[in-house]
């Protein structure tokens, strides 16, 4: 069975520094990983995901997230946060062959302090 | 751009009444999956249908149940509504291919008093 770690409840951050949002996952064979951002009352936007290929993989408002196999991470991180950045992150990871069952993490909520 | 449309935002209900969750997507995706969010739990899959008249049952399946008469359209069924269920729910779709991600709804917040 897959699942998704999201260590973190609570992340606080000052504007203008880096951020990150840790991510671990278990899946049986290989994973596609995802992330996802929610604003309060809102449905979950797509931010980024890793398929194959480069472990960096750039999405979208600046965001970024790093692929490690051997920590079965998937790390959100982004250079210089804003405070328009705090919502609340997920992950999530589904295995190659199958399209169906994506399973979330419990999700970090992020805030930016001014 | 991709739209899922969830019927309403918000929702009251009481409890023991049957209560219908409707989800449309406008790029013909084949997969559509209902999700239930609560705090500290993340989101966790009720149903899923890759077809029409298709669907399988996901994590939570307990208390509900689902239709897929038409591709574009998702309904979530909550037999007989209880406090247990008051939560958010959300609607989400893809294409079936495994690298490809979901697109949500806007969510419903149903109250069940």
């Known amino acids: 069975a897959q699942s998704v770690a999201q260590p973190e409840d609570q992340v606080n951050v000052a504007e203008g520094n880096p951020l990150t949002v840790k991510c671990t996952y278990s899946v049986s064979g290989n994973p596609y990983l995802f992330w996802y951002v929610q604003y309060p009352n809102r449905g979950l936007q797509f931010l980024l995901k890793?398929?194959?290929?480069?472990?960096l993989v750039k999405g979208s408002y600046g965001f970024e997230a790093e692929f490690n196999k051997s920590q079965t991470s998937f790390h959100l991180k982004k250079p210089s946060a804003l405070v328009s950045d705090s919502a609340l992150y997920f992950c999530a990871v589904r295995e190659t062959g199958s399209a169906r069952q994506l399973t979330f993490g419990s999700g970090t909520q992020l805030t930016v302090l001014p | 751009d991709v739209k899922v449309t969830q019927s309403s935002r918000y929702l009251v209900k009481r409890t023991g009444e049957k209560v219908f969750l409707e989800c449309v997507q406008d790029?013909?995706?084949?997969?559509m999956f209902w999700y239930r969010q609560d705090p500290g739990l993340g989101l966790r899959l009720i149903y899923f249908?890759?077809?029409?008249?298709?669907?399988e049952k996901g994590d939570i399946p307990e208390g509900y149940s689902v239709s897929r008469e038409k591709k574009e359209r998702f309904s979530l069924i909550l037999e007989s509504a209880s406090t247990n269920q008051t939560s958010m729910y959300l609607c989400a779709s893809s294409l079936n291919f495994p690298g490809t991600e979901a697109f949500f709804g806007q969510g419903t917040r149903l109250t069940v008093v």
């Open positions: 890793y398929i194959t290929g480069d472990n």
């Open positions: 249908s890759y077809d029409v008249k298709m669907k």
């Open positions: 790029m013909d995706h084949e997969n």
